[in-house]
């Protein structure tokens, strides 16, 4: 296979995700990133195979999912560090529809590797608020977001594969594929809720979505489990727990809000009345597509460049297995579905 020299901007979750699938095919590459990250170090990482309103699997579960445990093992075990955490996942039901609709799809095969058969434990459950019953989530799991971040950064620095900088517009020559006067054979943009800036994509609707997320402290809450219903609570150790998350789109800035706060401390109440206390409170910026879908694929004009982003709240899901869809269409090994395909705004 001829070894192509591929510049990749932004080393998030898609930068890097990207770049690792490249070099497992021996390519050359180089990431460019200004280091200030606005979403992949801060998300919750959870991987959760289920939509709940409808109970209905995610997209590409099935795909992603086993992809996703095989992909992160091997950054465990190449990086020395620890990305995978058990998660006993439990929806409380919001309504007797949902109920309904998990009994339905709890014996249905396709849905059997993601369902618990509902027990007169979880329909009982009472260490929280539960009007409606609960059930239990399989193959759910956490990714350490913080971890996977700076674990990546700082493997591609020592590989000498990073360049800490800001993607600098005078220095760069779209129609050649040349970046401070270096040749690339591909550039690929992965610049996330800030594609708008870019000037190549910017035609694609990828909008920064805000969310703010809560750490608080609340004792007797349970700590072996994730609980869902309005927010999502991540357990994290000595009775702290993460809460969340907030999606803003009318504000693309990194300020934390009182309004935030109050809103997700509301939906906590919804889930217990445990008195909490507010120990942080951060925000991050999502790219996100409005048919929920991400976007990769080629530019109309310039053939050398390539966006790969909007990979959105299920992230650290989607990535691995849509990195290496993108590696093998950029090395013409495979083609990309019009599900996630550039041409669809075309």
């Given at each position: 296979?001829?070894?192509?020299?591929?510049?990749?901007?932004?080393?998030?979750?898609?930068?890097?995700?990207?770049?690792?699938?490249?070099?497992?095919?021996?390519?050359?590459?180089?990431?460019?990133?200004?280091?200030?990250?606005?979403?992949?170090?801060?998300?919750?990482?959870?991987?959760?195979?289920?939509?709940?309103?409808?109970?209905?699997?995610?997209?590409?579960?099935?795909?992603?999912?086993?992809?996703?445990?095989?992909?992160?093992?091997?950054?465990?075990?190449?990086?020395?560090?620890?990305?995978?955490?058990?998660?006993?996942?439990?929806?409380?039901?919001?309504?007797?529809?949902?109920?309904?609709?998990?009994?339905?799809?709890?014996?249905?095969?396709?849905?059997?590797?993601?369902?618990?058969?509902?027990?007169?434990?979880?329909?009982?459950?009472?260490?929280?608020?539960?009007?409606?019953?609960?059930?239990?989530?399989?193959?759910?799991?956490?990714?350490?977001?913080?971890?996977?971040?700076?674990?990546?950064?700082?493997?591609?620095?020592?590989?000498?594969?990073?360049?800490?900088?800001?993607?600098?517009?005078?220095?760069?020559?779209?129609?050649?594929?040349?970046?401070?006067?270096?040749?690339?054979?591909?550039?690929?943009?992965?610049?996330?809720?800030?594609?708008?800036?870019?000037?190549?994509?910017?035609?694609?609707?990828?909008?920064?979505?805000?969310?703010?997320?809560?750490?608080?402290?609340?004792?007797?809450?349970?700590?072996?489990?994730?609980?869902?219903?309005?927010?999502?609570?991540?357990?994290?150790?000595?009775?702290?727990?993460?809460?969340?998350?907030?999606?803003?789109?009318?504000?693309?800035?990194?300020?934390?809000?009182?309004e935030a706060r109050e809103l997700l401390l509301e939906n906590f109440s919804v889930i217990s009345d445990l008195p909490v206390e507010?120990?942080?409170?951060?925000?991050?910026?999502?790219?996100?597509?409005?048919?929920?879908r991400p976007v990769l694929g080629q530019h109309k004009i310039h053939k050398k460049l390539f966006i790969f982003n909007g990979l959105?709240?299920?992230?650290?899901?989607?990535?691995?297995?849509?990195?290496?869809?993108?590696?093998?269409?950029?090395?013409?090994?495979?083609?990309?579905?019009?599900?996630?395909?550039?041409?669809r705004f075309y």
């Open positions: 296979m001829e070894k192509l020299s591929i510049l990749i901007v932004g080393a998030g979750l898609a930068g890097t995700s990207l770049a690792q699938r490249l070099l497992e095919k021996q390519q050359q590459v180089t990431l460019i990133d200004s280091g200030q990250n606005n979403s992949t170090a801060i998300a919750a990482g959870i991987i959760n195979p289920m939509v709940f309103r409808r109970m209905n699997k995610s997209w590409r579960v099935d795909d992603f999912l086993k992809e996703a445990i095989a992909y992160y093992k091997k950054l465990e075990d190449d990086l020395n560090i620890k990305l995978i955490k058990p998660l006993f996942l439990r929806r409380l039901f919001s309504s007797l529809q949902e109920k309904e609709f998990w009994e339905k799809r709890q014996y249905e095969k396709e849905y059997s590797a993601y369902l618990e058969i509902l027990t007169a434990e979880d329909l009982n459950y009472s260490l929280t608020k539960n009007d409606f019953g609960s059930g239990r989530v399989k193959q759910a799991f956490w990714i350490e977001a913080q971890t996977y971040y700076t674990s990546q950064i700082n493997y591609f620095e020592s590989l000498g594969l990073l360049l800490k900088e800001n993607f600098s517009e005078k220095d760069f020559n779209a129609e050649g594929g040349i970046y401070k006067d270096i040749l690339y054979d591909k550039i690929i943009f992965c610049c996330g809720s800030n594609n708008g800036e870019m000037p190549y994509f910017s035609d694609i609707p990828i909008e920064k979505t805000k969310g703010q997320t809560l750490t608080i402290s609340c004792k007797n809450l349970p700590e072996n489990e994730s609980l869902n219903r309005k927010t999502f609570v991540l357990p994290l150790e000595n009775n702290t727990f993460k809460i969340g998350a907030t999606y803003e789109w009318e504000d693309g800035s990194l300020n934390t809000t009182k507010v120990i942080d409170q951060v925000a991050g910026i999502r790219p996100t597509v409005l048919d929920r959105g709240a299920k992230g650290y899901l989607m990535a691995p297995t849509l990195a290496r869809e993108m590696a093998e269409f950029l090395l013409g090994e495979g083609t990309i579905s019009k599900e996630v395909g550039i041409n």
